[in-house]
């Protein structure tokens, strides 16, 4: 798909790829199409209603731009971010067959490369009420790690999330750890990807990824360099977060009030 540059014939193609597989996981579009346009780009987003607060909403994320073509070259980005969208469909298509407590919406955001373009656009109009939007989960680049290890970003400022963190690793098939979020460290991934621009928002928000290798933003980020094992076993571990947050989002509701600076 041409490196599935934003605004080209390419992304064009990966959209409809993606509101193909979206259909065919069970996850319904709001209104007549899976896309939403803004100003640069395009998002593809789908929802599963939740049974029991059908008006609260775990966002879970990735975004599908990568670099296009340069001087000849195909920039596939298989791990930066084809991983990442691959997932929203097997996460997507596992709650379509065990309904969630909550509703979830899967974003595909366009403009990630540029600036997080498509993330801004959808948390500055979303397809719900901003205040119904109580967590995004957001995966980058999940799909190549020969030590095993998938990074959570975020728990160090929003403290309030930790504990459930916890709990995932305890039982997840990768190791899971906390990390790359201290500002005094060269590798801080606080403003790195399309969870920022919920944390901006005043919106809880994860990201989940590994850390950089010799291919990112290289034309060998291509699907034989995919660490298969690995891949599989962090999609299972975003289902284990899912699950979690969705079990808990209640009481991780009143953690975050709790823990909120008094306006007095």
Known sequence: ???R??????AEKARALIARRFRQSGALPFGASYEQNFQTGVNVVARID???????YIVISAHYDHLGVRNGRVFNGADDNASGTAALFAIAEYFSKRQPDNSLIFAAFDA???GLFGSRAFVQRPPVAANQLALNLNADMIGREPSDRLFVVGAALQPFLKPSIVAIAAKAPVKLLMGHEDPRQPEDWTRDSDHYSFMLAGIPALYFGVEDFAHHHEASDDFETITYGFYV??????IQAVEVFDKNLADIDK??????????
């Open 50 to 56: 939740g049974k029991l607060q059908p008006r609260r």
């Open 255 to 264: 953690a975050r009030a709790a823990s909120a600076p008094s306006r007095r």
């Open 112 to 114: 990630e490369e540029g």
């Open 5 to 10: 540059l934003t605004g080209s014939a390419g």
């Open 1 to 3: 798909m041409q490196g």
């Open 233 to 238: 076993r962090a999609v299972e571990t975003l």
